[in-house]
Every structure is written in structure tokens, then in C-alpha cells.
């Protein structure tokens, strides 16, 4: 059967088969969410996986670790976006806390803060990440008569240390970064927004054990043992993260496989962004389409009354 791909317009790809006859018009809305709910199915599935795989116990919590869902989810996050990375991590955590007894409701609320707020980054929305970082951080350690600020603040520096990070020009740099042609410029790209990312959901999993756990005299005694423990944790997630994570991301633009809301972002330069996203020409997710057959063509689909204006 022949194949050839014709043209497009603001809303639809129009595709004939000129031996069958047949003219189909695909809404890329359509294609687009298609392809963002595989992709979500394939990582919330990962997600749960990587919730088997123990990486530091969780002190204080007899039975839980943090696991290898940590790092995924900042992956994530940078992969999907805000919401959709939010989203996969919220299902993906909720399904591993119901199959895995190790994996905890601190875990799943790092893990879904972990992964919005590195989506954040990744699209530039760093002022939102900030907000969330900072009322989190304040519910944190304020948290009534058990918070950090009542019983033991110096536990809070390295927190402090990484909204320094956030707020200043290497967090600025890092989102440019990720689209270097550099391998190690995308990995420090990686590596500032996980760490970023993680000790957002470092700080939310902490509330939500707060939360569980009210009693000062022993949590006077957990942040003291905390103080330099942490950090080094959130430091391996990190670097875990930009090891799997930078890689993984050159792969899938290189080979056209970002999921769409990646993709609409994701040009060579800030020109190529704004042209992609003004005049909506065809972006990576149709090149499947022309492996098919090599007879693209660029030119804006036109009404026979009237036409499109730019």
C-alpha cells in the first residue's frame, strides 16, 4: 500500500493512501495524549519497581527504606513535566504502597513533590519552585511543638544550603543546560535539578513524619542524628539521577521519543522554541511518520476558501 503524508494544519495531520483511496486526518491533540499515556503507563509501572530496590533505611521507621523510586522520580518528573510527572508518581506510589510493605507514605509524598517540582525546573518555572520550597520548608519546621525550629534548627542547614542553590545563578545555568549537546553540561543540568528536586521531597516526606510521629523527645533525637546523614543521601540521589537520568534523556530526543510535552520545548535554542510553539509546525513525534516515507512536505495545510494567517 502506498503512503505519503501531505500536509497539516493548526489542529490535524493529514495523512492519504493513495492506493486504498482513503484520506485520514489525525488531530495531533490526539496523537500527543496517545503517546503521553504510554509512556505514563510504562514509567508508573517502573516506578513501582523501583520501589522493590532499598536504598537507605529510613531512620526512625522500622521496616522502611527509601528506595530506588527517589531517584525515578526525579527522572521523571524532568522526562513528563509538572503534572504528568506528579501524576505518574502519585499512581505509581499509591500502587507500590499497596504491593510493597517497605515502601512508605513518606516515600510517596517525596516521590510526587520530588517530581513536580523537577518538571518545574525543567520548563524554566523556577519562581513556582521556589514558593513550593519555601511554604513546604516553613510548614516543616515550624510544625507545632515537634518542627525543627522548636527543638533542633541546625538540622535544617543543608536545607537552607539547597534554596541558596535554587534561588541563585547556578540553578539558572542548569536549565539552560539541558539542552547542551555537552554530555557534561546536561549532567550538571541533572544533577542541580535532582538535587533541587529530591530535597524537596526529602522536605515533604519529613512533614508528612512529622505528622505521623508527634513526639519531641523523640524527634529531638532523630534530627540531631539526621543533621549530617541526610545530606549525603540527597547528594547520592542525586548523582544516581544524573548517571540514569542524562543519558536516558539524550537518548530519547535524539532518537524523537520525548513525550510530547517535552517535545514542544525541548529546540536547540529559545528561537526554535517560540517558532515551534507560535506557528505549531510538525513537531518530533510525526518523524515516525516520515521513516514511512521519505515524501514530507512542510508547507501549511490551506482551505480551498480561505487560509491560515501567521
Known amino acids: ?10 489542529k490535524h495531520v493529514v ?10 486526518r489525525v488531530p495531533i491533540k490526539e496523537i500527543a495524549e496517545t503517546k503521553n499515556v504510554a509512556f505514563a503507563a510504562c514509567f508508573a509501572a517502573l516506578y513501582v519497581v523501583c520501589s522493590f530496590l532499598p536504598v537507605f533505611p529510613i531512620i526512625g521507621a522500622v521496616g522502611k527504606t527509601i528506595t530506588g523510586a527517589t531517584v525515578m522520580a526525579v527522572i521523571i518528573g524532568v522526562l513528563f513535566g509538572p503534572s504528568l510527572g506528579a501524576l505518574i508518581t502519585l499512581i505509581g506510589g499509591i500502587a507500590a504502597l499497596s504491593v510493597n510493605l517497605a515502601f512508605s507514605q513518606f516515600s510517596l509524598a517525596a516521590g510526587v513533590f520530588s517530581a513536580l517540582c523537577a518538571g518545574l525546573l525543567r520548563i524554566g518555572r523556577r519562581s513556582l519552585c521556589v514558593t513550593i520550597y519555601v511554604v513546604l520548608f516553613v510548614l516543616f519546621s515550624l510544625y507545632p511543638f515537634v518542627g525543627p525550629f522548636w527543638l533542633y534548627p541546625w538540622v535544617t542547614w543543608f536545607q537552607l544550603a539547597v534554596l541558596f542553590i535554587l534561588v541563585s545563578p547556578i540553578q539558572s545555568v542548569a536549565i539552560g ?3 547542551s549537546k555537552k554530555g557534561s553540561r546536561m549532567f550538571f543540568a541533572f544533577f542541580a535539578t535532582s538535587l ?5 521531597g526529602q522536605i515533604a516526606g519529613s512533614l508528612v513524619f512529622e505528622f505521623f510521629v508527634a513526639d519531641a523527645t523523640f524527634l529531638l533525637t532523630y534530627w540531631v542524628g539526621l543533621t549530617f546523614i541526610y545530606p549525603v543521601e540527597r ?3 542525586a548523582i544516581a539521577a544524573a548517571a540514569i537520568g542524562t543519558p536516558l534523556w539524550a537518548a530519547l530526543r535524539s532518537l524523537k521519543l520525548l513525550p510530547s510535552q517535552v517535545v514542544l520545548t525541548a529546540g536547540e535554542s529559545a528561537h526554535e522554541n517560540t517558532f515551534i510553539m507560535r506557528h505549531h509546525h510538525v513537531f518530533r513525534g510525526i518523524h515516525a511518520v516520515s521513516e514511512l516515507d521519505r515524501r514530507v512536505s512542510y508547507q501549511h495545510y490551506r482551505r480551498s476558501l480561505s487560509s491560515f494567517a501567521h
Open 235 to 237: 547528594i547520592i540521589i
Open 177 to 179: 543546560d539541558f539542552y
Open 15 to 24: 495523512i492519504d493512501f493513495p492506493n486504498a483511496q482513503v484520506t485520514a
Open 196 to 200: 533541587t528536586a529530591t530535597m524537596v
Open 1 to 10: 500500500m502506498g503512503f505519503s503524508y501531505h500536509a497539516f494544519y493548526r
